[in-house]
């Protein structure tokens, strides 16, 4: 089963993979945070018995929505899965800032 540690460096992975050439950085950040959150609800209920916090905290951009959660607004999964979207992405912010400086560093 994975933890919110292996998604994040997973995700972070894919961010590095993919942002040579991509014309919209913070766009791909969004993207691939995304396609990170679990879509089995067995698999969000998973990591928040792994941090309890992923269940009390409230995700600033509302529940989670989509095809995923039809049906399913507002309920404790939905908001489970928003919080762990906004952590993957949170993660991902910080690591394209660690790259582009990286980059510039390199080019200086």
């Known amino acids: 089963m994975a933890t ?3 998604i994040i460096t997973d995700a972070k992975a894919d961010l590095r993979e993919q ?6 950085p913070e766009d791909l950040v969004f ?4 396609s990170w959150v ?6 969000i209920a998973a990591l928040a018995a792994e941090d309890i916090s992923l269940m009390l905290d ?9 095809d995923n959660f039809i049906g399913k607004e507002g309920t404790p999964i939905a908001w489970i899965a928003a919080n762990i979207f906004e952590r993957i992405e949170a993660a991902l912010q910080e ?5 582009m400086q990286e980059k510039e560093e390199a080019e200086a």
């Open 38 to 43: 679990p879509i089995y609800y067995s698999q």
């Open 58 to 66: 409230e995700p600033e951009l509302g529940p989670a929505c989509g």
């Open 4 to 6: 919110m540690e292996s």
């Open 95 to 99: 690591e394209l800032q660690t790259l």
């Open 19 to 24: 942002l040579e050439g991509a014309e919209y």
């Open 31 to 34: 993207e691939i945070a995304d």
